[in-house]
């Protein structure tokens, strides 16, 4: 039975603007996203990986209008979230929610966990009162808290206890799409692996589909259903988990993969040093964006920009010369 499509994203772009001068013109742009197109499917893991900068984080806040896309497309079960208004976004936020990067900053000091986690359930009318203090209580136990940490204040825990607080207000409205922008990489190591197997479980119990954002592809590696690799606002490969790790295509992936350690101390590979540095997104540049920095680099690829071309067994890559021979 083929998968159904829960997210599509159509050449998404987003750029910031940048002003100058005495009257605060726009002088230029910061191409941050630039004609990003991918989809999710329902119960599915889309890995997004790349450079810190490189507009992943964008991806995700402009999918759920946190940040408004510049142009493009983005069809969540059909419906074009780009066209809505304040009032119907809003009510589709209750299928669409994120997990943010930093637990400190993403809890209000102020407001107890009960309150944090139950303000969705007010704001959308599911519970009040008695009714809301079971459901909040009920969700904390789900993430492996306990139900009187309700009274508690965020910064009487641990960072790792704070991630899970947030977890526990994303899924607080049984949503369909959770963007977890990095949600382990503040995290030590020890509590990223039981962070992400309370993601694993949540998943498989609600039926959730992710969107992962990350720069760690052990971690990706571990969750991932499919991983796209991001470089400079678009993406330049995409492929199941396996197929991507096992064989990538784009000389960017091979140089991210060769940097990941290998456990096994008797296990050497190649090391792909880059050379330079990430261009500048306010003027990336002309063919391929990667060409800069590329071992493998020909006249064209400094003149044209390459197709994000199928290559069978839904592996996807912009290179001019992939697959290899």
């Given at each position: 039975?083929?998968?159904?499509?829960?997210?599509?994203?159509?050449?998404?772009?987003?750029?910031?603007?940048?002003?100058?001068?005495?009257?605060?013109?726009?002088?230029?742009?910061?191409?941050?996203?630039?004609?990003?197109?991918?989809?999710?499917?329902?119960?599915?893991?889309?890995?997004?990986?790349?450079?810190?900068?490189?507009?992943?984080?964008?991806?995700?806040?402009?999918?759920?209008?946190?940040?408004?896309?510049?142009?493009?497309?983005?069809?969540?079960?059909?419906?074009?979230?780009?066209?809505?208004?304040?009032?119907?976004?809003?009510?589709?936020?209750?299928?669409?929610?994120?997990?943010?990067?930093?637990?400190?900053?993403?809890?209000?000091?102020?407001?107890?966990?009960?309150?944090?986690?139950?303000?969705?359930?007010?704001?959308?009318?599911?519970?009040?009162?008695?009714?809301?203090?079971?459901?909040?209580?009920?969700?904390?136990?789900?993430?492996?808290?306990?139900?009187?940490?309700?009274?508690?204040?965020?910064?009487?825990?641990?960072?790792?206890?704070?991630?899970?607080?947030?977890?526990?207000?994303?899924?607080?409205?049984?949503?369909?799409?959770?963007?977890?922008?990095?949600?382990?990489?503040?995290l030590d190591v020890s509590i990223q692996a039981?962070?992400?197997?309370?993601?694993?479980?949540?998943?498989?119990?609600?039926?959730?589909?992710?969107?992962?954002?990350?720069?760690?592809?052990?971690?990706?590696?571990?969750?991932?259903?499919?991983?796209?690799?991001?470089?400079?606002?678009?993406?330049?490969?995409?492929?199941?988990?396996?197929?991507?790790?096992?064989?990538?295509?784009?000389?960017?992936?091979?140089?991210?993969?060769?940097?990941?350690?290998?456990?096994?101390?008797?296990?050497?590979?190649?090391?792909?040093?880059?050379?330079?540095?990430?261009?500048?997104?306010?003027?990336?540049?002309?063919?391929?964006?990667?060409?800069?920095?590329?071992?493998?680099?020909?006249?064209?690829?400094?003149?044209?920009?390459?197709?994000?071309?199928?290559?069978?067994?839904?592996?996807?890559?912009?290179?001019?010369?992939?697959?290899?021979?």
């Amino acid at each position: 039975m083929a998968a159904e499509t829960l997210l599509e994203v159509n050449n998404l772009k987003k750029y910031f603007p940048i002003k100058g001068g005495v009257f605060s013109q726009t002088i230029g742009y910061v191409y941050a996203v630039d004609d990003v197109s991918f989809t999710v499917d329902k119960g599915e893991t889309l890995g997004l990986v790349g450079e810190s900068g490189c507009g992943k984080s964008t991806t995700g806040r402009s999918i759920l209008r946190l940040i408004e896309p510049t142009d493009g497309k983005i069809y969540f079960e059909g419906q074009d979230v780009t066209a809505l208004d304040k009032n119907a976004m809003r009510s589709l936020r209750r299928e669409m929610q994120i997990i943010f990067q930093d637990p400190y900053a993403s809890l209000n000091p102020r407001m107890t966990v009960g309150s944090i986690v139950g303000e969705p359930l007010e704001i959308h009318k599911i519970a009040r009162g008695s009714e809301k203090t079971e459901r909040v209580a009920s969700l904390l136990q789900k993430v492996g808290l306990r139900a009187e940490d309700m009274r508690k204040y965020p910064h009487e825990f641990s960072g790792g206890q704070r991630q899970r607080i947030g977890i526990a207000r994303a899924i607080a409205l049984n949503p369909k799409l959770i963007v977890c922008d990095e949600p382990v990489s503040a995290l030590d190591v020890s509590i990223q692996a039981q962070v992400i197997n309370l993601l694993e479980d949540l998943q498989e119990e609600f039926g959730l589909s992710y969107l992962f954002i990350a720069h760690n592809l052990n971690v990706v590696e571990h969750i991932s259903d499919r991983v796209a690799v991001m470089y400079l606002g678009q993406i330049v490969e995409l492929a199941p988990d396996t197929d991507l790790y096992n064989d990538p295509q784009h000389p960017y992936t091979e140089a991210l993969l060769s940097a990941v350690p290998i456990p096994d101390p008797t296990v050497t590979k190649k090391r792909i040093i880059l050379e330079g540095d990430v261009p500048s997104p306010i003027d990336p540049p002309s063919g391929c964006h990667f060409h800069t920095r590329c071992m493998y680099k020909e006249k064209i690829c400094e003149e044209e920009a390459p197709e994000f071309k199928h290559i069978g067994s839904g592996h996807w890559v912009a290179c001019h010369f992939r697959p290899k021979a």
